[in-house]
T-cell receptor, first 112, second 110 residues
Framework: DAGITQSPRHKVTETGTPVTLRCHQT?????MYWYRQDPGHGLRLIHY???????DKGEVSDGYSVSRSKTEDFLLTLESATSSQTSVYFC???????????FGEGSRLTVL | DAKTTQPPSMDCAEGRAANLPCNHS???????VYWYRQIHSQGPQYIIH???NNETNEMASLIITEDRKSSTLILPHATLRDTAVYYC???????????FGQGTRLTINP
């Protein structure tokens, strides 16, 4: 257990509403990631962070923003949710440079 | 990132060795080969990684060809709990992005 908690685990919301997903870690890992997973697309990287206030875009960052104001929390925000953002979102952490990733249990988001 | 090619699905009998192939013909010298798996709807789980030499841990063995253009993940005695999607990924040393492909859906049959 790498000490990763995602919240909420399930959420249903309406198009146009803001949504924030939280990834919390207890291991003081430097690197944190947000992925989304959709049928037919596998896992795709949205954003990642390499330290407090240090973030970078992944391959599918449009429509998403992130923030990391403290080491233990990495927030993913959908400013105005769309149906295309219905997905399962996974957070991951990586302490070592080039080391393996540990994934959370996922957050299932449905945008109606 | 270098691309990988994996068969979309494979079957294996319980108790037999499962051999999952991966092609990465454009891999560069400083890129590692990583394997992850995802059981049902859980988060992906790290299995093993290697650069040039073959690697073995408590979960699996990784065989990398001499030219490094392909590799094989071996589960020596597959069980029903090994049924999952297996992802082969190449990753540059020091790079922080891990790009997943479609993976291979491995089904272990009783």
């Amino acid at each position: 257990d790498a000490g990763i908690t995602q919240s909420p685990r399930h959420k249903v919301t309406e198009t146009g509403t803001p949504v924030t997903l939280r990834c919390h870690q207890t291991e003081n890992h430097r690197y944190m990631y947000w992925y989304r997973q959709d049928p037919g697309h596998g896992l795709r990287l949205i954003h990642y962070s390499y330290g407090v206030k240090d973030t970078d875009k992944g391959e599918v960052s449009d429509g998403y923003s992130v923030s990391r104001s403290k080491t233990e929390d990495f927030l993913l925000t959908l400013e105005s949710a769309t149906s295309s953002q219905t997905s399962v979102y996974f957070c991951a952490i990586n302490m070592l440079d080039g080391g393996e990733l540990f994934f959370g249990e996922g957050s299932r988001l449905t945008v109606l | 990132d270098a691309k990988t090619t994996q068969p979309p699905s494979m079957d294996c009998a319980e108790g037999r060795a499962a051999n999952l192939p991966c092609n990465h013909s454009t891999i560069s010298g400083n890129e590692y080969v990583y394997w992850y798996r995802q059981i049902h709807s859980q988060g992906p789980q790290y299995i093993i990684h290697g650069l040039k030499n073959n690697e073995t841990n408590e979960m699996a063995s990784l065989i990398i060809t001499e030219d490094r253009k392909s590799s094989t993940l071996i589960l020596p005695h597959a069980t029903l709990r090994d049924t999952a999607v297996y992802y082969c990924i190449v990753r540059e040393q020091g790079a922080q992005k891990l790009v997943f492909g479609q993976g291979t859906r491995l089904t272990i049959n009783p």
